[in-house]
């Protein structure tokens, strides 16, 4: 392996750039490790991936071990991280959030809900997260939410704002007509409260969607 060759493994362009910098390909293959004498590091990353983005749901041990050259062991690690990622981002430690994308991967475990659940992200002045608080845990196509729930949360917080969140277990990313009277009338209490709702967002296996970005005049 020659100098440029190894500058483009995923370890050194993490300590050059960061692991934001990573595909989610890079990222598994640095997990892995090692491929098998049948299968390299990256094209069992780049299948890994490929399975992880097309679950509706998070996979059992079993599953991932169907995966050709993955074994129960490398199967067990990948496990691990996807429960690791979701208890630390259920964390309080002070993030910084700009965009709904940047909130997203705090949001990576809903992906997996096999119900509808809906969570309250209380920001400070600085958009920096104080909290994502789980409220409510439904049916497979709805929860039944209460601004008296959401705000609860944010006010423990002193929060100077907020952003809501839902899953969708069905994957579409479509917002329903309750989804959008919901965010209404948060809007509204939330200005009342003097603690604004900045976003709704819809979190699924197939990617998420803004309310906000789509629905603007929910938020006026």
Known sequence: MDVNEKKNLPRERLEKNGPEALST????ALVLGRGTAAKNVFDLAAELTT???????RPTLEELEEI???????????LACLELSSRFFIGTQMTRVSTPRALVAHLAFLKFKRQECFVEISLSS?????GIHPITEGLADRTPIHAREIFVEAIRDRAS????????????????????NATRILYQAGKLLEIPVYDHLIISFQ????????????FQ
Request: hydrophobic share 45%.
């Open 25 to 28: 390909a890079d990222l598994l």
């Open 51 to 57: 399975f992880l983005s097309a679950a509706a749901r």
């Open 68 to 78: 050709r050259g993955l074994g129960r062991a490398k199967a067990a690690q990948i």
């Open 126 to 130: 600085c958009n920096g997260i104080l």
């Open 161 to 180: 704002g907020i952003i809501i969140a839902h899953n969708h277990p069905s994957g579409s990313l479509i917002p329903s007509e309750e989804d959008k």
């Open 207 to 218: 990617g998420y969607v803004s309310l906000n970005a789509k629905f603007p005049e929910l």
